[in-house]
Structure formats: structure tokens, C-alpha cells
């Protein structure tokens, strides 16, 4: 989709954010950094704004001076405080008046000085060993900590947590992410938009179509390609397949933070029949090989589209089964009600997106707000709760699976009806584009940028998780460090999208 | 609750006999002998305990890890399990490129674990770094860090082929104990 930029100054930047935010009301979706040095120009800093009025995506370029630094935003959008970080990790500009300036990205084995993401930096980046990255903890008579991590005890990605406690309950949680911080974003630098496909769908193994899905739309922008409708209508009832995968298997995992392995076997199943599904359509459990610049890779016929109804309705019933599961036991309800409550100020200062937000009352949705895909002819229900907690949580991935059923087959019935290819080819990008798309954990935003050849000077990709991650350690305060894991699976945060 | 109780009751085991593909990628031993399904066979009856690590995956080969444990695979009918740390486990089983930010966990956790002790390098990233290559921020694949017994390809694998792999590394096991 089409991103509107205005060029400032970095002395504009805190009042032209201001207004284009207007207290929060147009959501901030990313910051990011860009070295235009090679091209003649120097370092701008961008930030990137939803205007869903009018299905807009509007970005301020604020090109930064000999200061290399730039006014934080952080305490007018609390939302651009992990961004700014990143900008500052990766370019080594400074964000002033930060409140929180720690490095975020790098470790404390990176060398300071070096800014992995400024075209001139080293390719071999020494170790440095012996330092100790300073966690927020809390002092006090019979306060102490908890540890936990990189590494977890579970089949879980890796994080280091540092709880304060006060006896059981949680009074501060510290998280240091981006362990699995591969560098992707320099690695896909200098490639063509074809060449790039396989590393982006491998950003995340869980959100593999709305990631690519992002990209594509903002390749085929950049390009000034049409998508042929057929692959518009193919492409809708992906994510909605993705969707249904990813809340069927979070309803099989949620139970797991509470030993409750009846529901677990129940969603697990019901996971696996979906990832067949996938396999089945798209030849690849995770929808890998599917989207590519300029349509799909894949048509389906009427026998695909009669087998995965199949498939639905089967996943349906165990869906409804779960459903009522959780309704009718008591001692489940005690543990997932009240527990881990996000505030609907908390989720609009967050810029929140997806579930977390939506359980928190806030109606934010990428397919509503801005229509891509098929999505305007689909009247599409936006799902909310308002009390925040785990069972919100639960309660809104029941409804919008409910919802996403439908949809799945109003969409099939619709590609009965469509005649044409389903792929087109794509022209030569240029400039800059961005795309967003909703996964089962909320919108995912990608910025490319290309050059005069057409391959990618900067692409930079905001999953959903990188936007509810912050939301985190405020939902647990005053929780109970037992109910961590039940908390942490409610929001189903993925770190390999966030660390990229 | 009676009606659903019924119902469950009458479904069907969902628990699979273990199948491959034709002209599948199976796993293979640093000398190159492929393990095939007459393998497998011969080798059930072991017991095998397994610590995850993932070293900088994209969480997909983590997902299939998981799915070994839905009613489909079962993998707990073989004597496989997984374990909450290090020091309990015979097998590392590694996913992922290895990051510059977890190639201290890595060596630690592979430190920990008793003798004798095996290194699984599941999927393409732990293999040879699959398609994320070089970067500053990746050290490379698995055996960059830590010796490799068996290798698991896959984009991520199949669940199948990673029971195969956890399958013939129980075996590997009990030749050493």
C-alpha cells in the first residue's frame, strides 16, 4: 500500500508526531532508521502512522544533522520507546531524553561504536566478553529475584526474564529479548525483491503468510503491479487458514500453562489436522512457497477447496468443544479471570495490536482499518472484550475463529465464482512502499525501500508481537509468578519475528 | 459434558503408524549411512531423553518439535521424552542457526549434560545455515560450536522425520552406554 511521507526536519519531529498523532487516536506502527549517505543523503529517522479514516498509512522522514541524535518520542507515544532503542542500537543515533536508553537489539558481547545496520559497518564484529547487561529490579526489605532464561524449560524460544518479587507475586518483570537476533534485515540488503522471498517467509514459523503477505503488498506497490483478483480472493482465505492454525493450536496451548492436558490433547489435535490442511493446499505445513510478488504460487480447485471444507467443519466441532470446556470448569475460569490484565489506556499508549488488543477493548484491526485483500465485501465483525485478562484473551480467539470459519467459506464460495490466473508478473520495484497484514497475533507492518536497480536498500518488518511485547511485564504486575507461563501463552508473543 | 465424553469415546485413535514420503529426505550419520525405515523398526524398546535448544531459529522446527507430542505422533510411546534441563538429557537437540547471542548457551548446555551425550543438529539452519547464510550477527551452524552426531534436514522437517532422527539417536545411545 501506498506510504505517504513527508520529509521534516529532526527539530520538527516531537511536534509534527504530536499532531499526526493526536493523542494516540492515529496509532504509531513503527519507527525505523535508514542510511541514505551512498545516495548522497545522510541518516533520517522515520515514524510511521495508521490513519484508518481514510485507509492511509502516513510516515514523518526526519533527516538527521551532525548531531546524530534526534528528540525521543517515548514520552508523548509510549509506543516508540523500543523503536528509538533499536534506532539507536542500529545506526547509533541517539534518542534524547529517552527514559529507558538501554541497547535493546545487541548484546553485551557487540563492541560499542558499531552499528550493524550504517552501510559502511565491519562485516567480522569482534566478541567482547566479561560485561553484564543491567536489568531493572527492585531493592528492599524481603524483596528478591527471579532469574529465568535464556534458555526455558519447555519447547519455548529463548528470553531472559528477571522477575522482583514480593513472596509469590510479581512486583517487576524485566525482559532482555533478541537472542535469536540473526541480522536479517542487512542480510536481505542488496538483494532483488525474488531473491529475499525465502528469508522474509522465514522471519517467523508462525505468521509465514501475513509476513508475506506484508512484503508482497509492498513490493508490488513499490513495482506498481495489479494482483489479479483471483489471487486477492486465494490470498484472503491464506490468512484466514493461518489464523484458524494459529488460535486453534493457542487454544491447545493456553490449558498447558495450567496442567489442564485434556484441552491440551483436544487443541494439539486440532492443530495437527490444520497443519495438514496447510500441507495439503499450499505444499508446505507452514504455507511456505505460497505468496510471491504479484499473486500466488499455487491455484486451488474445487476438490482442494471441498477437502479443507471438510477439514473446517471438523476443527469447528472441536473448537465448540473447547469452548465449552473452558466455560463449564470452574477451577480453569478461577485461574485465567482477572489474571493478567492489560487496561484499554494501557493497550492505546502501546499502540497495541491484534488479540492483546482487542481483548482490551480496543477494536484494532488491520482488515477493518484498511481493507486490503477481498476483506471490504466480506463484512468483517471485529471481536472485542473489555475486561483484558487471560480470558479475554481466550474469549476473543474463540470468537474470531468462529468468525474466521465463516469467512474461510464465504471465501471458498467466491473463488467458485472467479474465473482468471492468479498470478501476474511482477514489474521492477522502485522506491519506497509499505504493506501490513493481519496475523493471528495482530498487524504486521514492512517498509522496503529499494534502489535505482531495483534491490532492496532498507526493508524493516514490525510483526505484531514487536508491538505487544512492551504490554507484557505491565500485565503481570501484581500477579502471581505461578501464573507467568498462563500469562505469557495469552498473549502467544513470538520472539523470532520480534528479533528478526 | 456426558454427550462430549460420549463422543470422544467413540472417535477413532488418532495415533499414526510412522510413514515417509517417497523419495523423502531422511536423516543421516556424520559417515553418511541414511536411516530408513527397516532401521526405525529394529529400534524401538530404547529410551532417549532430550533437551530443546533452540540457537536461533524462526520458531517453525520449534512448532514441529512441539507437534511430536500431539495424539498424531505420540512420541512418548517410543521412550522418548523431553527434558526441563540439560543435565537430565542424552540428547541436544539443536534448531536454528547459531546466533551470536546464544552461542554461550549453547556450550554451556551442551557442558552440562552427562556422558555420554549426543548433539542432534535438526533442520537446515542448524545444519549449514539454511537460507539465512552469513551475518554479523549468526557464528554458523551447530557444529561450529559443538560436535554434531546426527543431522535432521528439513525447512523444518516433518514431524516423522524427526521421530526417525530421535528414533536412531536412542540407538546411538545405547551403543555408548
Redesign the interface.
Known amino acids: 500500500m501506498e506510504l505517504h511521507i513527508k520529509e521534516i526536519s529532526v527539530g520538527e519531529l516531537l511536534s509534527e508526531a504530536k499532531a499526526y498523532s493526536e493523542g494516540g487516536r492515529h496509532p504509531l506502527t513503527a519507527m525505523f532508521g535508514r542510511d541514505e549517505r551512498s545516495a548522497g543523503g545522510g541518516f533520517a529517522v522515520y515514524a510511521v502512522f495508521e490513519f484508518p479514516e481514510s485507509r492511509e498509512l502516513r510516515g514523518l522522514k526526519a533527516a538527521v544533522g551532525e548531531s546524530m541524535s534526534f528528540p525521543s518520542l517515548s514520552h508523548l507515544i509510549p509506543a516508540a520507546s523500543w523503536f528509538e532503542r533499536e534506532i539507536q542500537d542500529m545506526f547509533g543515533l541517539k534518542a534524547e531524553n529517552h527514559p529507558d536508553p538501554r541497547p535493546l537489539v545487541l548484546h553485551e558481547n557487540f563492541p560499542q561504536g558499531v552499528h550493524p545496520l550504517r552501510k559502511d559497518a565491519p562485516k567480522e564484529i569482534e566478541f567482547i566478553e566479561g560485561k553484564h547487561t543491567h536489568m531493572h529490579t527492585v531493592s528492599g526489605e524481603g524483596t528478591f529475584q527471579v532469574p529465568v532464561g535464556p534458555i526455558h524449560a519447555g519447547i519455548i524460544e529463548p528470553g531472559h526474564f528477571r522477575f522482583s518479587q514480593a513472596g509469590e507475586s510479581m512486583l517487576q518483570l524485566d525482559a532482555k529479548l533478541f537472542y535469536t537476533h540473526r541480522g536479517l534485515e542487512k542480510t536481505m540488503e542488496g538483494k532483488t525483491a525474488l531473491e529475499v522471498l525465502p528469508i522474509v517467509e522465514r522471519i517467523c514459523g508462525a505468521c509465514t503468510a501475513a509476513n508475506t503477505w506484508s512484503y508482497c503488498q509492498a513490493v508490488e506497490t513499490a513495482a506498481g503491479t495489479a494482483v489479479p483478483r483471483r489471487a486477492e480472493i486465494l490470498r484472503t482465505l491464506v490468512l484466514e487458514i493461518e489464523r484458524i492454525t494459529n488460535h486453534v493450536g493457542d487454544l491447545g496451548n493456553i490449558p498447558a500453562g495450567v496442567g489442564f492436558s485434556f484441552a491440551v490433547s483436544i487443541g494439539t489435535r486440532a492443530k495437527e489436522m490444520m497443519m495438514r490442511l496447510q500441507d495439503s493446499l499450499t505444499g508446505n505445513r507452514f504455507l511456505r512457497g505460497f505468496f510471491v510478488p504479484g499473486g500466488t504460487a499455487r491455484d486451488f480447485t474445487a476438490e482442494d477447496c471441498a477437502r479443507a471444507a471438510e477439514v473446517l467443519r471438523e476443527v469447528e466441532k472441536n473448537v465448540l468443544d473447547l469452548a465449552r470446556i473452558f466455560a463449564q470448569q470452574d477451577g480453569f475460569q478461577d485461574r485465567v479471570r482477572t489474571t493478567g490484565i492489560v487496561r484499554n489506556k494501557t493497550a492505546r499508549d502501546l499502540a497495541m495490536v491484534g488479540v492483546g488488543a482487542r481483548a482490551s477493548g480496543y477494536a484494532h484491526d488491520s482488515r477493518a482499518d484498511f481493507g486490503y485483500g477481498v476483506y471490504p465485501e466480506l463484512a468483517l465483525k471485529v471481536v472485542t472484550e473489555n475486561s483484558g485478562d487471560v480470558a479475554a484473551r481466550i474469549l476473543v480467539r474463540i470468537g474470531e475463529l468462529k468468525e474466521s470459519f465463516r469467512l474461510a467459506f464465504a471465501l471458498m464460495e467466491m473463488l467458485g465464482r472467479e474465473q482468471g490466473g492468479h498470478r501476474t508478473e511482477l514489474g521492477t520495484p522502485q522506491g519506497e512502499a509499505a504493506g501490513l497484514s493481519e496475523s493471528a497475533r495482530g498487524s504486521s507492518f514492512c517498509y522496503v525501500a529499494f534502489d535505482n536497480e531495483g534491490r532492496l536498500d532498507r526493508i524493516f518488518v514490525r510483526s505484531a508481537s514487536y508491538a505487544n511485547w512492551p504490554a507484557l511485564p505491565i500485565a503481570v504486575q501484581g500477579d502471581i509468578i505461578p501464573d507467568f507461563p498462563l500469562i505469557n501463552k495469552s498473549f502467544e508473543l513470538c520472539y523470532a519475528c520480534l528479533d528478526r | 459434558?456426558l454427550k462430549?465424553l460420549e463422543r470422544l469415546l467413540k472417535d477413532k485413535v488418532?495415533t499414526e503408524a510412522i510413514t515417509f514420503k517417497e523419495g523423502e529426505a531422511m536423516p543421516y550419520l556424520p559417515d553418511g549411512t541414511v536411516v530408513t525405515a527397516d532401521i526405525i523398526k529394529s529400534r524401538l524398546g530404547r529410551s532417549l531423553h532430550v533437551r530443546?535448544?533452540?540457537a536461533?531459529?524462526?520458531?517453525?522446527?520449534?512448532?514441529?518439535?512441539?507437534?511430536l507430542?500431539?495424539?498424531?505422533y505420540d512420541l512418548h510411546r517410543y521412550g522418548i521424552h523431553?527434558d526441563?534441563?540439560p543435565r537430565h538429557a542424552d540428547l541436544l537437540m539443536v534448531t536454528?542457526?547459531v546466533?551470536?547471542?546464544?552461542a554461550?548457551?549453547l556450550k554451556r548446555?551442551y557442558e552440562a549434560m552427562p556422558e555420554p551425550r549426543l548433539v542432534m543438529a535438526c533442520g537446515d539452519c542448524a545444519i549449514n545455515g539454511?537460507?539465512?547464510?552469513e551475518?554479523?550477527?549468526?557464528v554458523g551452524p551447530a557444529e561450529k560450536v559443538v560436535p554434531v552426531d546426527i543431522y535432521v534436514p528439513g525447512?523444518?522437517p516433518?514431524p516423522n522425520v524427526m521421530m526417525a532422527g530421535l528414533i536412531a539417536a536412542a540407538d546411538m545411545l545405547a551403543e555408548r552406554l
Open positions: 459434558m462430549l488418532a530443546h535448544l533452540d536461533g531459529s524462526c520458531n517453525a522446527c520449534d512448532f514441529e518439535m512441539g507437534a507430542s500431539n495424539p498424531y523431553f526441563a534441563s536454528g542457526v546466533t551470536r547471542n546464544l554461550e548457551a548446555s539454511g537460507v539465512y547464510g551475518s554479523y550477527a549468526i525447512c523444518p516433518r
